[in-house]
């Protein structure tokens, strides 16, 4: 699948205020700083489509953008440890809940993990989280430029290790560099499959 049209339709924390659930959605998600808006913008072929910070916690709202004018992709905001209040923490934590529980043209949720570090709390109960709620998801690494293949392997291999203690299955995996444009093809091509099915079950 090639992306011809992206455009923004609308950012807000009320999930009743999210557009109608007509076509498939993919909601991308991580801990903050992760790369999440660099890999959106690198998908869409847009320079700052998501606005991309050094500074963690820059997305604060679910935001959608229609693509191809037949499914949408949503930034939401990353988890973890930017800085911001406990207040908006909560917030977030509140609203993206919601949003992941009751959306019910959510087709995929994007966990994006950064591939230069090992296995993180965090990011294996929020995926736990998703697994309970029987929450369709796929586990995308970011940054695979940034250190040696052997390194990559070994903190993949420490996930694998940590989640079949408890998975019988395991996600299946991305693996992404916004920086040389990597796992496009791969992505889409996952997205594309995923909008047939959603046809299908309409």
């Known amino acids: 699948m090639e992306i011809k049209t992206a455009q ?11 557009p109608a659930p007509t076509m498939p959605e993919y ?6 700083n992760v790369g999440k808006s660099s890999l959106i913008n ?12 050094s500074k963690p ?9 229609v693509i191809n004018a037949n499914w949408y992709l949503v930034d939401l905001p990353g988890y973890g440890y930017a800085k911001v209040s406990q207040d908006l923490k909560s917030k977030w934590n509140k609203f993206i809940e919601q949003y992941i529980l009751t ?6 949720v994007m966990v994006l993990l950064d591939s ?13 989280w998703l697994g309970e709620h029987e929450i369709p998801f796929v586990m995308v690494f970011t940054k695979t430029d940034k250190l040696s293949k052997k390194k ?9 290790e940590e989640m079949g203690k408890h998975w019988d299955e395991l996600p299946q995996c991305f693996y992404t560099s916004a920086e040389k444009k990597e796992g496009k093809k791969e992505l889409l091509s996952f997205i594309g499959d995923a909008n047939k099915l959603f046809k299908k079950n309409a």
């Open 8 to 18: 923004f339709v609308i950012s807000n924390t009320d999930v009743s205020k999210c």
């Open 27 to 32: 909601a991308f998600i991580g801990r903050s």
């Open 42 to 53: 690198m998908l869409c072929d847009r320079k700052d489509m998501a606005k991309t910070s």
């Open 57 to 65: 916690g820059k997305t604060q709202l679910i935001n959608h953008f």
């Open 103 to 108: 959306r019910q043209n959510l087709m995929c």
């Open 116 to 128: 230069r570090i090992p296995q993180q709390k965090v990011d294996l109960d929020f995926m736990d």
């Open 152 to 160: 990559i392997s070994d903190n993949l291999k420490g996930y694998k």
